[in-house]
Structure formats: C-alpha cells, structure tokens
C-alpha cells in the first residue's frame, strides 16, 4: 500500500476537502483525488461517498480512516523517538535535496546512509537546485543534490545519476503517436515549465536556444505534476525528465524521444 496515498486520504478526511488537503500538501488538487482513487481500487472498495456534498465517509472509509490514523500515529510517535536519538549524536550532516529527486532517487540512498553510518545525524533540507547551491556557499549546508549541467570551480562535483529528458503531450497532439522528433522541430509549440527558481528551467531554455528558438512558455508552476496534468489535458507540451515521468501513471500522457535530447544529471 503505498504510504503517500494513505496519508493523503488521511489528509483529505481531516481537511474535509480535496481542495485543502492538496494546499497542505503543496500539490494539485486532482493528485490528491488520483491518491484517494488508487487507494480504494488497491483496496478493492469505496472510501469516499461523492453522491453527497459534504465530503462522507463510508463504512469502508471509517475503518480505512481509523486504521491510518492508529498507524501514523505510531509513525510519529517512532520518528520522535528516532530524531531525539539522532539529535544527542555529535556528528551531523546537512544535506540539501530537491524533493522530487529525493522522491525518485535518493530514498534508497538515505536509508543505505543511515543503515551504514549510524553515528552521523543526517539532516534534509528540502530546496531547489539553485537554492541549494546558494546555501553550500554560505555554509548552511554540508554537501547537496543539484541538477546539471552545472559547473563551478569553487564546487567539488560527482555525478551519481543520468537521465534524458523526453517531450510530453497529450492524447490528441499530433505527435503523440511520434517516436522521435527533432528538437528544431518544437518551436511553435507551447510549453509548460517548472519555475524560474529550478536549475531544470535554465537547462531547458538554453537547451531550446542551441535549436535555434526562443520557447514559448505560457505556464509555469514548482508543481511538476500540475504540469503533468496540464499537458494531459492537451493545453499545450513540455519537456521534463524522463524518471519523473516514468514516475507519473496516465494513459492520458505520451512521451516522445528527442534526437538531441538534454541529459540531465544529479
């Protein structure tokens, strides 16, 4: 059962709407209904009566709610005895991470970390790729995660991860049937990106300038999969990396492989 659905139902029931569940969790609104819908087909029932206006839950709901409620309450009652363990250890390590390559990469990563050197307190400090690096320059952080192609003499730089980066479009674009497109070929189209703050959004535009084009972005968010949704919705394109996709389940959604495609790493 995976633990965000559960917690976003939990979320969703002690918000009393959809709505200020995904503002507590800084995510769309149809991602927290898409969590609330895998979890009742994993479970095989119906948690959620919609037939009324007020958000009701049903006799499956009840326990379902009662169940997750005992579970992260042991949860959280652990990870307090966990942190103030961690918290009378003398060594710490401050450790920036953007939260989506922590969802994709890095959670095995920590867990091997901390399976093999317990001594050392790790601390996460969740942040953009450029923010990152603006902390590792006024000490507050140890060592960090930022995307590349990054290049900086005052920085020690190992590459742990690789990724291409794949266009996405929705179910009635005209290359959504297109194994490969030339990157050239996109100028026209509209895009949806990630914020200026992301390092991703840099690589993207000078990505689209060594095709010979000034992209046409008419959206952007720091929610990857509003954007997800937006393509899905056929309201324009973009172009995102393709673990991140790969991480996201919609046959409403396409990817397409680019010649020159930008290769991003962590």
């Known amino acids: 059962m995976p633990f965000l659905n559960l917690a976003y139902f939990v979320h969703t029931v002690e918000c009393e709407s959809f709505t200020k569940a995904a503002e507590k969790n800084y995510i769309s609104q149809s991602a927290v209904s898409k969590a609330v819908r895998n979890l009742e087909e994993e479970l095989?029932?119906?948690?959620?009566?919609?037939?009324?206006?007020?958000?009701?839950?049903?006799?499956?709901?009840?326990?379902?709610?009662?169940?997750?409620?005992?579970?992260?309450?042991?949860?959280?009652?652990?990870?307090?005895i966990l942190y103030d363990e961690l918290g009378k250890q003398d060594d710490v390590l401050r450790f920036g991470l953007p939260p989506t390559a922590g969802s994709i990469f890095f959670y095995s990563v920590i867990y091997e970390f901390k399976k093999k050197i317990p001594s050392v307190s790790l601390t996460i400090n969740d942040a953009t790729s450029?923010?990152?690096?603006?902390?590792?320059?006024?000490n507050e952080l140890d060592m960090g995660v930022a995307i590349t192609p990054?290049?900086?003499?005052?920085?020690?730089?190992?590459?742990?991860?690789?990724?291409?980066a794949v266009l996405l479009v929705g179910n009635s674009h005209r290359?959504?049937?297109?194994?490969?497109v030339d990157f050239a070929t996109l100028h026209r189209e509209k895009f949806f990106q990630v914020e200026k703050d992301f390092m991703y959004h840099g690589v993207f535009v000078d990505t689209c300038r060594q095709a010979g084009?000034?992209?046409?972005?008419?959206?952007?968010?720091?929610q990857w999969d509003l954007i997800i949704e937006m393509v899905a919705a056929n309201q324009g394109v973009s172009i995102l990396p393709k673990p991140l996709i790969d991480n996201y389940s919609s046959k409403k959604i396409h990817q397409v492989h680019l010649k020159t495609p930008p290769f991003l790493g962590l």
């Open 175 to 180: 290359l959504r049937s297109a194994d490969t």
């Open 150 to 164: 990054f290049d900086d003499d005052r920085f020690v730089i190992h590459k742990v991860f690789t990724s291409e």
């Open 44 to 80: 095989q029932t119906t948690l959620i009566d919609r037939s009324r206006r007020k958000l009701t839950l049903t006799k499956q709901g009840e326990l379902v709610y009662r169940f997750a409620k005992d579970f992260f309450d042991y949860y959280d009652e652990k990870k307090k």
């Open 130 to 138: 450029t923010h990152i690096i603006e902390k590792l320059l006024e």
């Open 213 to 222: 084009f000034e992209p046409n972005i008419v959206f952007e968010s720091n």
